[in-house]
């Protein structure tokens, strides 16, 4: 028997920490919260995703009294990126999420385990790391690649 462990490296900024392009994306996915569709769980996350052809878009969390049939603010801002740019690339993308109190996070809120494996094929089909940067109001993480937030991934790495 081998024991091993697996080490994700996380930075902790204060926002204002941030260069401007990854503060800009941020600001976008923080605005994003506002177009949230949660009146079940009032928990409203948005994302904003910056492709290699400069363009940037945005999703937010989409409920649906028949559940599960909504979609997480990562998946809503990747289909759209996917289907919208199909030859472009992400690059990184930032996350935002709004209590049921209506106030941003404290600690960062990470994606689900669905939105990291869809994620992760866009950073497979991009061939290179896609940067993750998870926004709280007291913290925010950047995390180098989406493959270190689902180690063990089911994918051809």
Same mark, same amino acid.
């Given at each position: 028997?081998?024991?091993?462990?697996? &080490?994700?490296?996380?930075?902790? *900024?204060?926002? +204002?920490?941030? +260069?401007?392009?990854?503060?800009?994306?941020?600001?976008? $996915?923080?605005e994003a919260t506002s177009r949230s569709y949660s009146p079940y769980s009032h928990f409203r996350v948005g994302a904003a995703i910056e492709l290699d052809n400069g363009e940037?878009?945005? =999703?937010?969390n989409q409920e649906n009294v028949a559940y599960p049939s909504g979609t997480c603010a990562e998946r809503s801002?990747? *289909?759209y990126a996917g289907a919208h740019y199909p030859d $472009?690339? *992400?690059?990184? &993308? $930032?996350? $935002?999420?709004? =209590?049921? +109190?209506? @106030? *941003?996070t404290a600690i960062p809120t990470a994606p689900c385990g669905a939105c990291r494996q869809s994620l992760?094929?866009?950073?497979?089909?991009? =061939?290179?790391?896609?940067?993750?940067?998870?926004? =709280?109001? @007291?913290?925010t993480y950047v995390i180098p690649s989406v493959r270190m937030l689902l180690p063990l991934a089911f994918t051809e790495f």
């Open positions: 028997m081998k024991d091993f462990n697996i &080490i994700i490296p996380v930075k902790s *900024f204060s926002c +204002d920490e941030l +260069d401007e392009q990854r503060r800009h994306l941020v600001d976008l $996915a923080c940037i878009v945005t =999703g937010a801002a990747c *289909f $472009a690339h *992400f690059v990184r &993308i $930032a996350i $935002a999420a709004r =209590g049921t +109190d209506g @106030e *941003f992760l094929e866009y950073e497979m089909l991009a =061939g290179h790391d896609v940067e993750v940067i998870l926004y =709280g109001s @007291e913290a």
